[in-house]
């Protein structure tokens, strides 16, 4: 017998599915999504579809239009200023009081890693995967779990800002590197300096990604 708990569990592991698809990049900024198509290959009721819907809707990762359906959102230029804000505010925080021997230092130094890997391949989306799982162990230095999932949703939001710009390797491809020096610099113990340059590091990926969404045919036809 299915109890609304089952429901709920269900749905919840659904709507979590689709937002990592979202930060992995599978679902790009304005594509449509069809409730037939991804209920059958979810293998799930529209109902629940629909909660999951509702739900990232709410988080401002979809946008449902009347008799237009749902679509996967795209981020305004104010949007992406806050999420940066926001980052500043989270991680610089997060790394200059934490202490190099914590164990979020593995997620760091695992998602360095593949970044390396993934640049070595050519693989610029793997990347920019990798890239969000160093920020994201950064944010795990908190010990906060209310902060890791507000963090997680903040990065599903950044990731649409990153599947507006065309060229990925533009996009990822410098940070690779830097976050091996950010890294670098806090097992070292040097929390300040690794703080100022993570700071430096997001300024620097603002500009970036403004730049690049600033010239895209959104933006511009408006």
């Known amino acids: 017998m299915t109890t609304t708990s089952d ?3 269900l749905a919840d592991r659904v709507t979590e599915d689709i937002r990592h698809r979202i930060i992995q990049g599978e679902f790009a900024p304005g594509q449509r999504l069809s409730e037939a198509a991804l209920s059958e290959s979810l293998q799930i009721s529209r109902n629940t579809l629909r909660e999951t819907f509702r739900v990232l809707t709410k988080e401002g990762l979809l946008k449902h239009e009347p008799n237009r359906g749902v679509s996967v959102a795209v981020p305004s230029i104010a949007s992406i ?3 940066y804000r926001v980052r500043r505010l989270i991680e610089c925080q997060a790394i200059a009081h934490a202490y ?3 164990p979020a230092r593995k997620h760091m130094r695992a998602a360095v890693q593949a970044g390396l890997q993934c640049r070595d391949n050519g693989d610029w989306q793997g990347a920019g995967t990798a890239n969000m799982e160093f920020h994201m162990a950064i ?4 010990d906060s779990e209310r902060l890791n999932v507000m963090f997680a949703h903040l990065l599903a939001e950044l990731r649409l800002a990153f599947g507006m710009l065309q060229d990925a390797e533009y996009l990822h491809g410098p940070y690779v590197e830097m976050n091996q020096h950010i890294l670098q610099l806090f097992e070292a113990g040097k929390l ?3 703080a100022s340059a993570l700071n430096d590091y997001l300024v620097q990926s ?3 990604v ?3 969404c600033s010239r895209h045919p959104v933006f511009s036809a408006r």
Do not use: F, K, M, Q
Not at 139 to 142: I, K, P, R, S, T
């Open 7 to 9: 429901v709920r569990n």
């Open 81 to 83: 200023i806050d999420i």
């Open 100 to 102: 190099p021997s914590h």
């Open 139 to 142: 944010v795990e230095l908190a």
């Open 192 to 194: 300040a300096e690794c």
């Open 206 to 208: 603002e500009r970036i």
């Open 210 to 212: 403004l730049s690049a």
